[in-house]
């Protein structure tokens, strides 16, 4: 059994609560637990209040039937909710779900206080859910796409055969050297035995002119 405490802390109906509480449990799915409950406060005579609960997958409404012996439910899943609001009024606020399809859900005489968190809970909730649904959309997107083979950067490289031009061999002039004149080959001699020191240098001196003045 579900302690009602928690659901008691902005003044709601504790007999309504437990009312409601008591039969709610026997409709939550696996994984599904109550997050909030307000409970309806009638300006003049509050005997038979609705409730609305919200869980972490739809919002229950719950209208007392028969002068309070039944109890009647009604919900809509996060998935079939586009938006929540509520309004503040003189008595109370309204409470104001709107579905895909179909008329707005509208409570009135919600406490202000209770009306406020029973929004913010209700709107948390189908903001998480919404999120849940954009996950998984790109989850299957992701695996709907076809898988794109690794890029393979050297694979088909082919190197590119250098062209930069040999240098030239440099060419080295040949010298060609004239043969020497008869003149010129003596006094080449002359200066040989000069230098061998076989001759003096008068004598070298002499032959000299003498060749010279043949010339």
Do not use: W
Not at 35 to 42: E, S
Not at 110 to 135: C, F, G
Not at 144 to 173: K, L, N, V
Request: net charge negative; hydrophobic share 35%; charged share 30%.
């Amino acid at each position: 059994m579900i302690s009602i405490d928690r659901f008691l802390s902005d003044e709601q109906d504790p007999k309504a609560v437990e009312k409601v509480i008591g039969k709610l449990n026997d409709l939550l799915t696996t994984g599904e637990e109550i997050l909030y409950l307000a409970v309806q406060k009638k300006p003049a005579v509050n005997l038979l209040p609705d409730s609305i609960a919200v869980t972490n997958k739809r919002i229950f409404y719950c209208e007392p039937g028969n002068l309070g012996l039944t109890m009647n439910f009604k919900d809509i899943s996060l998935k079939n909710i586009k938006e929540v609001s509520f309004k503040e009024e003189l008595f109370g606020s309204k409470f104001i779900c709107v579905p895909q399809t179909g008329e707005n859900i509208v409570t009135e005489f919600i406490p202000k206080t209770q009306a406020r968190k029973l929004y913010q809970t209700a709107n948390e909730q189908l903001e998480d859910y919404k999120e849940s649904l954009r996950q998984q959309k790109l989850e299957e997107d992701r695996a709907a796409a076809p898988i794109q083979p690794a890029p393979q950067p050297f694979a088909d490289f082919t190197p590119i055969e250098s062209h930069t031009p040999e240098p030239e061999p440099i060419q080295i002039a040949e010298v060609v050297e004239e043969p020497e004149d008869e003149t010129t080959l003596k006094l080449r001699k002359l200066k040989t035995l000069y230098d061998k020191h076989l001759i003096t240098q008068e004598e070298y001196e002499a032959k000299k002119a003498a060749i010279l003045d043949s010339f």
